[in-house]
């Protein structure tokens, strides 16, 4: 099978397993288990949190039109070379680990798992990868944006992850204005201590 015959294959498949995996089964879960489906960004009416929200939502759509783009006319539909083997390997490398990073750290947060900032009360989660970084779903996600840009290479790939590394950095602050509010001294002792994405990096003061 040729190279680019195979990254237009599992590029698109990853991207629906993501999609799948760490979307749709864990609300499901949710909804099943606490009887909520855990999306306050839905029904939210604070301005910042839609206006996030919409990023966030264009940012996927983009990234999903894109790739289907790429999966069924080939690199040249979206403005993309093929890059080298070591590279594009990489690139989908990366949104595998974030299929497995973001799974494993919405179930670690078991009930208190939202997509959003829940206006309702939820235990603060700091065991499992929450030990290691604040953020671990949210640096899943930053992973795989890299890993399609990995992949296909092109002013599109680019734009998608940079404009959705934008919405998650802001997303990030406002929901640690949240947890600041909501936890207290609790949450300042936390990250203090935690890295916002990576191991001792970002650590608020």
């Given at each position: 099978?040729?190279?680019?015959t ?5 590029l ?16 499901a879960?949710l909804r ?5 489906w ?6 939210t009416r604070n301005r910042?949190?839609r ?5 966030l939502?264009?940012a996927?759509?983009?990234l999903?039109?894109?790739v289907?783009?790429f ?7 979206v403005g993309?070379g093929v890059?080298?083997?070591?590279v ?11 299929i ?13 798992l939202?997509?959003?900032i ?7 989660v700091?065991e ?7 953020n671990p ?5 930053l ?5 399609v ?9 680019v734009?998608?992850?940079l ?19 909501r936890h207290?001294?609790?949450y300042?002792?936390?990250a203090?201590r ?8 970002g650590?608020l003061r």
């Amino acid at each position: 099978m040729p190279r680019e015959t195979f990254y237009r294959i599992a590029l698109p498949a990853l991207l629906a397993a993501f999609l799948v995996v760490d979307l749709v089964l864990p609300l499901a879960r949710l909804r099943r288990t606490a009887g909520t489906w855990g999306v306050p960004l839905l029904r939210t009416r604070n301005r910042r949190e839609r206006a996030v929200s919409l990023a966030l939502a264009l940012a996927v759509l983009a990234l999903v039109v894109g790739v289907a783009r790429f999966g069924l006319f080939g690199p040249g539909a979206v403005g993309a070379g093929v890059p080298p083997a070591p590279v594009a390997f990489a690139g989908l490398g990366l949104l595998a680990l974030a299929i497995a990073l973001v799974a494993l750290a919405q179930r670690q947060m078991g009930a208190s798992l939202r997509v959003g900032i829940a206006p309702e009360p939820t235990a603060l989660v700091r065991e499992g990868l929450f030990r290691w970084v604040r953020n671990p779903i949210f640096l899943g996600m930053l992973l795989g944006l890299a890993g399609v840009v990995l992949v296909v290479p092109a002013p599109w790939s680019v734009a998608v992850a940079l404009a959705g590394a934008a919405a998650i950095g802001v997303q990030t602050r406002l929901e640690e204005e949240h947890l600041r509010a909501r936890h207290g001294e609790a949450y300042r002792a936390y990250a203090s201590r935690v890295g916002r994405f990576f191991p001792g990096v970002g650590r608020l003061r």
